[in-house]
């Protein structure tokens, strides 16, 4: 099992930064990718980021150029920073854990924290 805590939502004006922290504990897996997905209310969960141990990442395209996600390998934590932020990032973001390569990959995930972009 793993267990994932987020930190760093809140609220923040258009244009705005943010920064989310995830840190992963338990039996950590590698190789595996850690990540971000957001989800709002009648819609499916979303991509935002992800970030594999190798280092090699893929985001969204609604984010590129504006986010950027990176890891620290030996404290098992991944980041999000969020830059010019758009009312339409509004949403429950969720961090993710998948094992990669493993017979009954596992994939986790954190209880969300809420990111509100005001304009």
């Known amino acids: 099992q793993v267990q994932l805590v987020e930190s760093g939502g809140g609220l923040v004006q258009a244009g705005g930064s943010l920064r989310l922290s995830c840190a992963a504990s338990?039996?950590?897996?590698?190789?595996?990718?850690m990540g971000w997905y957001r989800q709002v209310p009648g819609k499916q969960r979303e991509l935002v980021a992800n970030i594999y141990s190798s280092g090699s990442t893929n985001y969204a395209d609604s984010v590129k150029g504006r986010f950027r996600i990176s890891r620290d390998n030996a404290k098992n934590t991944v980041a999000l920073q969020m830059n010019s932020l758009k009312p339409e990032d509004t949403a429950v973001y969720y961090c993710?854990?998948?094992?990669?390569?493993?017979?009954?990959?596992?994939?986790?995930w954190g209880t969300g924290t809420l990111v509100t972009v005001s304009s």
């Open positions: 338990g039996s950590i897996y590698s190789p595996n990718a």
């Open positions: 993710n854990f998948r094992e990669i390569g493993r017979k009954y990959a596992g994939e986790y």
